[in-house]
C-alpha cells in the first residue's frame, strides 16, 4: 500500500509518534511519503529527552522514507531546506495525495 503521512505538529510526542507509525509502515512493506508543512516543517529541530523525532525522521530516511516540507512555511520560520526535508511546494502535496491509496494526518 502507498500512504501519504502529513504531518503539523512541532509537538515532540505527536510528531514521534507520527514518525514512529512511519517507520513502522515502511518495515511492514508500504510505500510512505511524507508532507511537512505548518510547525511540522520544525520537526528537524524538536529536542526531547523522551520524544526522540529526530532520530525516528533519520530512520525513515535511511530506510528509503520520502520527506516533502512546505517551502511558504519553512520560508515564515526564516529556515532553510535540508538534505532531509528538500523545501517543496503544495503540486507536491497534491500529487503525493493522488499517489497514495491511504492518507493520514497528524
Known amino acids: 500500500m502507498k500512504l501519504g503521512i502529513i504531518i503539523q505538529t512541532n509537538n515532540p510526542e505527536q510528531a514521534w509518534n507520527a514518525l514512529r507509525f512511519a517507520n513502522t509502515s515502511l518495515v511492514r512493506g508500504h510505500e510512505v511519503k511524507i508532507f511537512l508543512m505548518s510547525a511540522g516543517v520544525e520537526i528537524e529541530s524538536i529536542t526531547h529527552e523522551k520524544y526522540n ?7 525513515f530516511v535511511q530506510h528509503n522514507g520520502t ?4 517551502g511558504t512555511c519553512i520560508q ?4 532553510g531546506s535540508s538534505e532531509i526535508c528538500p523545501i517543496s511546494n503544495m503540486n507536491d502535496c497534491v500529487e503525493m495525495v493522488e499517489w497514495a491509496d491511504r492518507m493520514v494526518t497528524f
Open 76 to 79: 515564515a520560520r526564516k529556515q
Open 53 to 59: 523525532a529526530r532520530q525516528q525522521l533519520e530512520s
Open 67 to 70: 520527506v516533502l516540507a512546505c
